[in-house]
């Protein structure tokens, strides 16, 4: 089955600064990823997501980049904010259903103000 | 205000007993699930359902039990047989299988063993 890596475990960054964390995974076939943002004590609320047919995706400060070549894909936050502190999720599936979604380990990002 | 409930929030369980989690979702989706958080590690799947009277087990069903009576409702029974219950559960949900696959997120409950 899928099986999902994400690096760093923490990672912490001055205010204003870029973060990037990275998540590769071992199912070719996998062709949808999603992240969530994970606040202390509640559940994941999705942020970004991205489709095997698109290279890249942005919303304001966040952007996704997917390889599909290298099976692995990027959470890039840049200006970053007290408030983006959270822990960070990524995940693959490839069937329409999500009951063979993946996640990875998490990210604990801490944002230094 | 459409989304996903979960109660309690906090679950305190005795030695051999059954608990049961609840969750709820006004969001009209089709797929519900169960997953399991535990420290360091990713979300691992314990049940799912496509659709009422459905579901099917996910990679670690083993001293869970659940049910779908109605479309909006998709409790969890913690048993006896689960001897590490301690960790946080979270309810998702998706519109369904033939939709998108995006995952909704209720805010959780944390099940603490006495």
């Known amino acids: 089955g899928e099986n999902v890596e994400q690096h760093p475990s923490t990672l912490s960054v001055q205010e204003g600064d870029s973060a990037v964390i990275k998540c590769t995974y071992s199912d070719s076939a996998s062709n949808y990823f999603p992240w969530y943002k994970q606040e202390l004590g509640k559940g994941p609320q999705l942020i970004i997501d991205?489709?095997?047919?698109?290279g890249e995706k942005k919303d304001q400060r966040i952007a996704v980049t997917l390889n599909k070549t290298a099976k692995h894909f990027s959470l890039h936050i840049t200006e970053t904010q007290p408030e983006d502190s959270a822990v960070y999720f990524c995940a693959a599936s490839k069937y329409r259903g999500g009951d063979d979604m993946r996640f990875g380990a998490g990210t604990r990002l801490t944002v230094k103000p | 205000d459409g989304g996903i409930t979960q109660s309690p929030k906090y679950l305190f369980r005795k030695e051999g007993q059954n608990v049961t989690l609840s969750c709820e979702q006004n969001?009209?989706?089709?797929?519900m699930y169960w997953y399991r958080q535990d420290p360091g590690q990713g979300l691992r799947l314990i049940y799912y359902?496509?659709?009422?009277?459905?579901?099917q087990k996910g990679d670690i069903a083993e001293g869970y039990s659940v049910s779908r009576e109605k479309k909006e409702s998709f409790p969890l029974t913690v048993t006896s047989a689960q001897k590490n219950p301690t960790a946080f559960y979270l309810c998702?949900?998706?519109?369904?299988?033939?939709?998108?696959?995006?995952?909704?997120f209720g805010p959780g409950t944390r099940l603490l063993v006495l």
């Open positions: 991205i489709r095997s047919n698109v």
């Open positions: 359902s496509q659709i009422v009277n459905d579901f």
């Open positions: 998702a949900s998706s519109e369904g299988f033939q939709y998108q696959e995006t995952q909704y």
């Open positions: 969001l009209n989706h089709d797929a």
